[in-house]
């Protein structure tokens, strides 16, 4: 069906390609022809397509249960919040379908711990060029004025900073006394991979202690193992107080999750917020078992390994070529800046290398390839890409 006629909003630019199949880091389209994925669905199939072992238990538990609902224990729900905790340091989870659910939740929990201390505009600080999600409230709390416009009114209670600049935060403490909560990605993913630095996020752990700000961490894609750590604010050797988590959750099976300690993960009673789909039997089986997954073949680890791997390729091929800007990432989320708008590589990458990846910000090749690739195709990726940047390799 050609695309003028088709019963889809146009919400998306779409390739013009369908995929059929999938098995690990590779992908086949209706005709049949091989696909190097780069991006893993953006951030999401961290074990690959198609993962044999995920495939089973999805089968198992649709033959068992899949729903039914929250008014009611769910055994799998309790043991996915007891294994995110464990590997957190935090105390309660609550579960949903999304990225943009799991930070409306978090957005929820900082108004109720302003309102509980009296603030009654509680105001959560943000980053320039964040990104949370699509929601009005998710999209209010983004910094991406293009994603922004025709959307207004937006909601109120942010107050945006640069990002990574301590400085800012601070000028911001003493101006406005309604911050209760800051929320922000330890690695910006749509804004082009950039790495908060170690001292930034320490500093701002420790602000958050001095003024009672709940430090919200939005893992939703840099979480899972996919920077080297099991959650990408790790690397610091700080705790959240609040932590979002969506995309390789599941490994393609939609599930999100708020996760929470101290006084935040005891705000939410009963009433107070709710899902239907939200931690059903299925999606937290299946996030149980892509844990354990992880957990066993050391995948974090891994995504360290094949990032350097990566980032050295890249560095190797192309730090001399004329528009590159940067190469830089953490692990398997890196970014590679050109000096020139670049949303056409995504297509030449398809058409002309058999290779998925994405540009964001107009000009940062971004690649999220899957934690279980081998070094061969992590050396095919590089390849690939410099092939496309330097035709005549
Ligand atoms: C993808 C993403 C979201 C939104 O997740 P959805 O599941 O699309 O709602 C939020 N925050 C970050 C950092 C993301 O990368």
Redesign the pocket.
């Known amino acids: 069906m050609s695309i003028a006629h088709s019963h889809l909003m146009r919400a998306y630019a779409r390739q013009p390609v369908s995929f059929v199949r999938g098995s690990g880091a590779l992908l086949w389209d209706e005709q049949g022809v091989e696909y190097l994925d780069a991006i893993a669905g953006?951030?999401v199939t961290g074990l690959g397509h198609a993962h044999p072992e995920i495939t089973a238990v999805i089968a198992e538990q649709a033959g068992m249960l899949l729903h039914t609902s929250n008014v009611f224990r769910i055994d799998w729900q309790e043991r996915l919040g007891d294994r995110l905790c464990a590997l957190t340091g935090m105390q309660r989870a609550f579960f949903c379908n999304?990225?943009?659910?799991a930070?409306e939740a978090a957005l929820k929990l900082a108004r109720l711990h302003g309102q509980r201390k009296g603030i009654a505009r509680p105001t959560v600080l943000v980053m320039d060029n964040g990104?949370?999600?699509?929601t009005i409230g998710?999209l209010s709390a983004s910094g991406n004025p293009a994603k922004q416009a025709g959307f207004e009114p937006l909601l109120d209670g942010f107050v945006r900073v640069p990002y990574d600049d301590i400085e800012a935060v601070r000028q911001v403490a003493e101006q406005c006394p309604d911050i209760v909560a800051v929320l922000l990605?330890p690695v910006q993913?749509?804004g082009g991979i950039r790495v908060a630095s170690i001292a930034y996020l320490r500093e701002l752990r420790a602000l958050c202690d001095r003024h009672g700000w709940l430090l919200m961490l939005?893992e939703?894609?840099a979480g899972m193992g996919r920077t080297g750590a099991w959650f990408g604010h790790q690397h610091a050797g700080i705790t959240a107080d609040v932590m979002t988590l969506?995309?390789a959750l599941g490994n393609g099976l939609p599930i999100?999750a708020c996760v929470a300690r101290g006084a935040a993960a005891d705000l939410f009673s009963p009433g107070l917020h709710g899902s239907t789909f939200g931690g059903n039997p299925l999606a937290c089986r299946v996030a149980c078992s892509v844990l354990d997954i992880m957990q066993r073949d050391d995948l974090p680890l891994r995504a360290a390994v094949l990032g350097e791997r990566l980032l050295g390729r890249l560095q190797q091929a192309l730090g001399d070529h004329p528009e590159v800007i940067a190469i830089r990432g953490r692990g398997l989320m890196v970014g590679i800046e050109l000096s020139r708008p670049c949303k056409e590589l995504v297509g030449r990458a398809l058409t002309e290398r058999r290779l998925l990846i994405t540009v964001t910000r107009d000009s940062t090749i971004r690649l999220l390839p899957a934690l279980i690739c081998s070094e061969a195709q992590i050396d095919d990726i590089a390849q690939r890409i410099t092939q496309l940047l330097k035709p005549a390799n």
């Open positions: 953006v951030a999304s990225g943009a659910e930070n990104f949370h999600g699509r998710t990605e993913g749509e939005d939703i894609q969506a995309k999100g």
